[in-house]
């Protein structure tokens, strides 16, 4: 690993304190706050690898992420499945709908893709909360989410069920960090870069696009059940554009195109609504400035901060 | 006419046609290539040379005719496709990956030749026979002293080279070249018309450039393109005398 | 006959709105996600106009000038620095403007629907060939049209639109004729949210004036730009009348699959011709 950036590092460092405050923290809160982060990180961290890796802007991640949650409630209620096997169901439903997604997404670029992203999960939206009333409860939602039933361990407790969050939380980072330095992901890089080199060179440029989306159609829909299992409950709200656009913000907020970024923008993004709504019921307004704030003058995101200021130390260092 | 390819021809296309609309940027082209000779491809601007190029590299869809490589017909093909069928090419504008390091962006080549499905299992690091495969590149375009710089810093004739070293990786039978010498100081021409007889050696090599006697020089034949068609092809000297060319281009030849 | 008073006073009210975000979009290659905000905006400030003064015509009058500052404001603060990166930056910071917008509309307003009604003039319904017909529906069509004419006429026939169109299509050339190019842009922009208000203004009689209206309104202004070609204005009347009649005509036969036609149709157009169904090849952006 000679390319280890030592700034990556640092930033992986910061992740875990984040991921492990629990164990120093008290108080039902801040534990709720923190599983509430490790859920939305597993979803930004799969959506970046669309977009920060892939450069690609999606604006249909709600649907993966909303019908992964209600695979799992109604497997799970309905059908009486089990939690894991149903957590697995609702992956692949969300991997699934995101490379059907894909098949139409793909012939368009650009803007046309994010617009066509949207259009789609919104079809999604309007038939959760409309035709398919029976399945979802329309704007009432469902409530009942179970959660895992493991090893005799009460999973009902937040404290017991953070355990099985940062599980998750660490398989889907560790995952996601072996993709991108893989062939598989240094090729969407390469794509990122020069789309028209890198077809020429000879990637299946479409391929490997729908196969990347797959797999963050998978985070999308893990993380979603995850949410549902962690509030008990699912609702068509969850597909809600809103919801696209709520990702969309962590990741650049924390910096698109790198790991931990994702889960650095996720904690900014959950302390702030935390903060915020206690002391304002505007803070979705003051959330907003926030975003186009940094969207300006730190394109890099919090990550990129992280990096300059590692960057100056290791400078003086060499004084 | 029958539309069967020549056997032999390493790459040729038979009657193909690229229109927009009305207007056809490839009238109707038939030509052989055949193993092994360095053709160049000129004419005046708007004559539809690189339409022509992306029609056989696949950049542009035809409204008619037919493209084969090696006897195979690939005009169905996708240009990842034909590139991993053995057609390379490379593009008028420098196209490299500027965000990675030299070595990076000849590895990236590598893989994209070597496995059919990415593999996603493993570090890149892990794979050896393509960072073999990259700096085997690396030497053949004589840019191993960059190999850790940032692509995007290197100079216009040494991206130019790695242009080209991207294009030769999968040692393809047939190389595309689209003005390989574009912006290319006076000092960098010499290095790259040597780097281009290299890459010809055994090859198949279809060029398009606008100066002269880089052309009259290298070429084993000159192709001369007017308005979507071919207007004269034969030997440099025979170019040279033509009398239609010569009309075509009076005026225009700088 | 109601059925076509309807769908052309919606196709042209959706104009209002589509032809602002298909200038801007001309102009500065930028979708702007917070439209539908703006002529949300001009809606509510058409309620607080009528509230204060009780005068329809003074808010409309004056909302598109306050949605045109805005709109200036947004492009010289946040859109200008960011030409220069990835379009995505852009869409991204309209985004941001969507929750800033409507998060100051809760705020003065709060959660609660308005409505105002039409003007005096408009308040009794006429007789055409035997239906009742709402004159506020035929005000509509009429200011629609007058203002499409004007539109028309202003970007073909007039000194302005010929700068327009050639900063749209080159603006290098244009700046280097010594035409600021960032002063075009700002007009554009601000002329296009203004736009978007009009709309709301005019909109604001005939719906709940609430805070999801931004929203659903968005989705069909991209459905229209889309389907009229991204830039094009001709492409947007054509676009948002057929949308227009569309709508009424679903409302009226099949009211529970509208909302899910009209996705549908969006979706087909971006798929199969997305640089819109009346523009000519080519002109993908």
Redesign the interface.
Known sequence: MSKLQPYSVALALIVTAIALSPLVLSGGNALNLVNLILIWSIFAIGYDLVFGVAGM?SFGHAAFFGVGAYVLTLLTTRLGWDFLPALGAAGLAGGVLALLFSF?AM??A???F???T???A??IY??AG??LRDLTGGVDGLSGVPRPDLFGIDFFSDANYYYFLLAMFVLAIAIAG??R???????L??IK??E??????????QR?RKSIFFVSGIYAGMSGALLASLIFYVSPQMLH?TTS?DV??MV?LGGMGTLFGPVLGVALFEVLREWLSTVTS?W??????I??VC??FM?NGLAGIVQQIWQRFSREDRR | MTAEATVGAALSCRDIEVSYGAFKAVAGVTYDFRPGRLYSLIGPNGAGKTTLMNAL?GGVPLSRGQVTLGGKDITGL????R??AGLG?S?QIT??????TVF?NL???A???R?RL????????G?RE?AREAERVLAEVGLEQFASVNAGNLSHGDQRALDVG??M??DPGVVLLDEPLAGVGHGDAAKAVALIRRLAEGRTVLLIEHNMDVVMDISDEIIVMLAGKILAAGPPEEIRHDQRVRNAYLGEDE | MSTIVIGLSMGLLLFLLAAGLTLIFGMLRV?NFAHGSLYMLGAYCAYQIVQTTGSFWLGLLVAPFLAAAIGALMERV?LR??YA?D???Q???T??????I???V??FWGLEYKQIAPPDLFSEPVAILGSQVPTYRLFIIGFGALIAAGLFFMLERSRYGMVIRAASGDPEMVQTLGISVSRIRTFVFAFGSGLAALGGVVAAPLLPIELGMG?SVI?DC?IVV?IGGLGNIRGAVLGALLIGMTRALGYTYAP?WV??LT??L??AT??LR?EGLFSRKGR??
């Not at chain 3, 985004?95 to 800033?100: K, R």
């Open positions: 802007l139409f012939r368009v650009g803007l046309f994010a617009l066509l949207l259009a789609l919104q079809l309007i038939l409309s035709k072996l993709l330095v893989s062939p598989f992901g240094q090729a890089k390469a870069g020069n028209l080199r890198a077809e020429q060179i000879g990637f299946n440029v490997l554009w656009g969309v913000i650049l505007h979705y307004g003051i959330l907003g400035l975003f186009i969207t300006i394109p | 590299s996708a240009p990842h496709a590139t991993r090419r593009f196209q490299i990956f500027p965000g990675m990076e590895r990236l080549a893989q994209a030749h496995y990415q593999p996603f299992w493993n570090a890149v690091g794979f393509i991207l294009t990786l999968g | 979708i946040a620095p960011v990166r379009h995505v930056y869409l991204l910071l985004f941001g403007f969507i929750l800033v409507d998060e100051a809760r705020l929203f989705i991209f889309v529970s909302e899910f996705f549908v969006l979706i971006l798929v997305p993908a952006a």
